[in-house]
Every structure is written in C-alpha cells, then in structure tokens.
Nanobody, 121 residues
Framework: QVQLVESGGGLVLPGGSLRLSCAASGSIFSIYTMHWYRQAPGKQRELVATITSGGNTNYADSVKGRFTISRDNARNTVWLQMNSLKPEDTAVYYC???????????????WGQGTQVTVSS
C-alpha cells in the first residue's frame, strides 16, 4: 500500500560522494519524520540522519559535517547527500518514513528496500 523506492547507492572511492534518494508512493497521506538508517555487516542497524516536516535535522556523530539530509514534501522524497565518504560508511542504507496512511489515524513506520553503499579503494 505504501512503497519507498531507494536509489543512488553504489561503489565509491574514499573521499568521494554519493546522493541517496527515497521516494514514497501509494496510499501515504501525511509524512512527518523521515530518516536514513544503515546497517554494516555484523553490526546493528544505526540511525544516520533525521529530518522533520519542519526541516529540523539531526545526525549521528559519525557523519556530522559530512552528510546532509533534505526533503521535498511535494514529491514525498528524502535525500541523503554523503560527502567525504570513508570505508566505515560501507553499509546497506535504508530509508524510513514515519507517516499516516489515508485509511489510518495512527502514524507508522515504512521502510525502503535498502541500497548498498560501498566505500573502497
């Protein structure tokens, strides 16, 4: 009913940049908070960045100053601009949307399929 389609992952050299995108479609009605998570092999999933409907952002300490989260409310899209990438940024990145479906009052979380980001020389 609600689909989050991610794109933009790939292989990049250390110090390089990538921009991830995530577009929500389907029966979503209101999107409140949007997030990017990542999960590296053998590690727990961690919250990377958050952006509220008002544009307030928050970042994990490990990516502060390097990553930027942004959104376009009209297009139900969230981006993650990743600069100065490091090998430790290698992970599967997941888009998460906290929002409300058209047939529901209570918000819930929706997840993208994940996109692989590999930083390696």
């Amino acid at each position: 009913q609600v689909q989050l389609v991610e794109s933009g992952g790939g292989l990049v050299l250390p110090g390089g940049s990538l921009r991830l995108s995530c577009a929500a479609s389907g029966s979503i009605f209101s999107i409140y908070t949007m997030h990017w998570y990542r999960q590296a092999p053998g590690k727990q999933r961690e919250l990377v960045a958050t952006i509220t409907s008002g544009g307030n952002t928050n970042y994990a300490d490990s990516v502060k100053g390097r990553f930027t989260i942004s959104r376009d409310n009209a297009r139900n899209t969230v981006w993650l601009q990743m600069n100065s990438l490091k090998p430790e940024d290698t992970a599967v990145y997941y888009c998460n949307v906290h929002g409300t479906r058209m047939d529901s009052i209570s918000p819930r979380d929706y997840w993208g399929q994940g996109t692989q980001v590999t930083v390696s020389s």
